[in-house]
């Protein structure tokens, strides 16, 4: 007998773009591209595909790798479309082959003009223990590596491969095979697949069933045009034949709530059954602030056929054989495991206690292009929320610093509720744009206001609203709202909550304290 379970989407929600997964013993592993954030790479653990658990980051330790450089590229593409292209971690892949883990990525950096990666992996024996390896490096112009180990040991590298335009590349589909020990090529680079567009293939994975090598990618870009396509040869090189029913994953031409669906991987559970996971984002009228999201579907792959992917849905049932049912085990996470920092964090400017988090403000600020801001953040994992963090006291009654509570996407998109010393005030700023103003409100009371000061940001599907509490009785004040359709753009990334603290280099002495951050 076999039993209906049902799978809520997103699986991962909030910022947790290209995802990809792999099944070893009783627990599936999935790891989300992070972008300007640290730590980066962030892993998954679930038993039943269902109650899914951060568990640890591939990118952990500031001696793996820089992000300092991980800006943000702003370009019209016509009236009302902006693209935020957010450079630093993308489109990684997780593997396991002889009792190692391994995750495969590319670290890009921009300045507009050319495009910078450099492509590695990393590895553990144990990946619990959050302890992975140094960076191995390997050479290959392009993004989205994958790795694929055939019957007899060999390991390959995939990628997309990139030529011209840096913003509007001839992409393709390129393979070599590796020395997974070094990193070094054992072959020369040899292209498998230009995409049935023949110009963006992206994404690759290559998967071996029946004889057959299929290849996937991911095509038309990011957005709305987003789609999966496949292909298949009897050889690791090809040539590869193009699915005739291609695409076999899009949202495009539909109405339903989860477009831009793309950029997926396929893999297997205990019982054998067939599931893909995917990018997408909840098109609710044009608002999507939560950003591209890890979404689950089920897949059924004949023998001899090709994969049928069922589109991805908010809620699903699919069968089980009773005897291996899922069964929703909690899964024991790390204290802080979610915490991230914009482009690295600098360790002597947090200090943590039991009850209280102190800060040492940066010359970086929210707005930076590079470098590192004194910011503690967590993903926004839900629509309806709350963020809240309590502002204690400072050490030093003089300065110029600004500490607060942040809404944060990327340097041109970020809003913020915080006290500033230099006038003794709570204030609300927003910058949504390059070439936007910033926003400021001030609170308009005469009196400066006493610790603690709490902070609030309340969030719904349309709004952001900013509020703050002077002492512990005092009623909650509205200094700001931000609109949703405000940080829904063409991006790569999701919205950020957290606690800063900013100033000249003069406040670098003083240490600014607060309690109970938290989003709920």
């Given amino acids: 007998m ?14 947790a773009p290209d995802p990809s997964v792999v099944f070893v013993e009783d627990t599936f592993y999935l790891v989300n591209s992070s972008f300007h954030v640290f730590p980066g790479l962030p892993i998954y653990a679930s038993k039943d595909l269902q109650l899914w658990n951060q568990i640890g980051n591939a990118i952990n330790r500031a001696e793996q790798l820089s992000l300092t450089n991980a800006n943000t590229d702003e370009f019209s593409l016509g009236p009302n479309a902006m693209l935020y292209a957010v450079q630093g971690l993308l489109a990684p892949s997780i593997r396991y082959h002889n009792g190692i883990f391994y995750v495969i990525c590319t670290n890009s950096t921009s300045d507009g003009t050319d495009l910078n990666t450099d492509s590695f992996y990393v590895t553990t024996t144990d990946i619990w223990s959050d302890k992975w390896s140094d960076l191995i490096h390997f050479s290959f112009k392009g993004i989205d590596p994958s790795l694929f180990f055939d019957d007899d040991g060999r390991a390959y590298i995939q990628g997309s491969w990139r030529a011209g335009n840096v913003w509007d590349p001839q992409c393709s589909i390129r393979q070599f095979e ?11 680079t040899k292209e498998l697949w230009k995409g049935i567009k023949g110009s963006d293939a992206e994404g690759p994975h290559v998967y071996k069933k029946d004889g057959w090598y299929y290849l996937l990618t991911a095509e038309g870009g990011t957005f709305e045009h987003h789609m999966i396509t496949m292909a298949r040869s009897k050889n690791i090189w090809g040539p590869y034949e193009s699915f005739e029913m291609n695409p076999v994953l899009t949202a495009f031409g539909t109405e ?5 669906t793309g950029h997926g991987d396929l893999f297997q559970d205990g019982n054998g059954q067939w599931w893909a996971v995917a990018l997408g984002v909840r098109n609710d009228g044009g608002r999507y602030p939560l950003g591209r999201e890890t979404f689950l579907t089920s897949v059924s792959w004949p023998t001899e056929g090709w994969p049928a992917f069922e589109l991805p849905k908010m809620s699903f049932n699919r069968a089980s054989p009773s005897q291996k049912a899922a069964i929703k085990t909690p899964l024991e996470i790390s204290a ?12 002597n400017s947090y200090n943590f206690s039991e009850n209280t988090i102190t800060l040492v403000p940066s010359e970086t600020t ?10 503690l953040g967590k993903r926004q994992r839900s629509l309806d929320c709350i963020a809240t963090a309590t502002l204690l006291s400072s050490n030093n009654d003089n300065g110029t610093w600004k500490a607060g509570l942040a809404v944060y996407k990327d340097n041109f998109r970020h809003t913020e509720i915080y006290y500033d010393r230099s006038i003794s ?13 910033a926003k400021l409100n001030q609170d308009t009371s005469n009196s400066e206001p006493n610790f603690p000061i709490s902070l609030k940001i309340r969030a719904t599907s349309k709004m952001y609203e900013f509020s703050f509490q002077v002492g512990d009785e005092g009623e909650w004040r509205t200094l700001g709202m931000l609109d949703t359709m405000d940080i829904t753009a063409l991006d790569f990334t999701g919205p950020i909550f957290g606690i800063f603290a900013s100033g000249t280099a003069a406040d670098s002495e003083r240490h600014v304290q607060f309690q109970d951050f938290e989003v709920v």
Avoid: H
Wanted: glycine letters at 10%; a neutral charge; aromatic letters at 8%.
């Fill in 425 to 437: 005030k709570l204030c609300f700023s927003s910058v949504i744009g390059k070439k936007g103003a």
């Fill in 2 to 15: 076999a039993s209906s379970i049902e799978y809520l989407n997103p699986i991962i929600p909030g910022f």
């Fill in 336 to 347: 802080r495991v979610n915490d991230i920092f914009i482009r690295g964090q600098m360790a």
């Fill in 256 to 260: 339903g709530l989860i477009q831009n």
């Fill in 366 to 375: 929210l707005s930076a292009t590079t470098g590192t801001s004194t910011f």
């Fill in 178 to 188: 590796v020395d997974i020990a070094t990193g070094e090529p054992l072959s020369e």
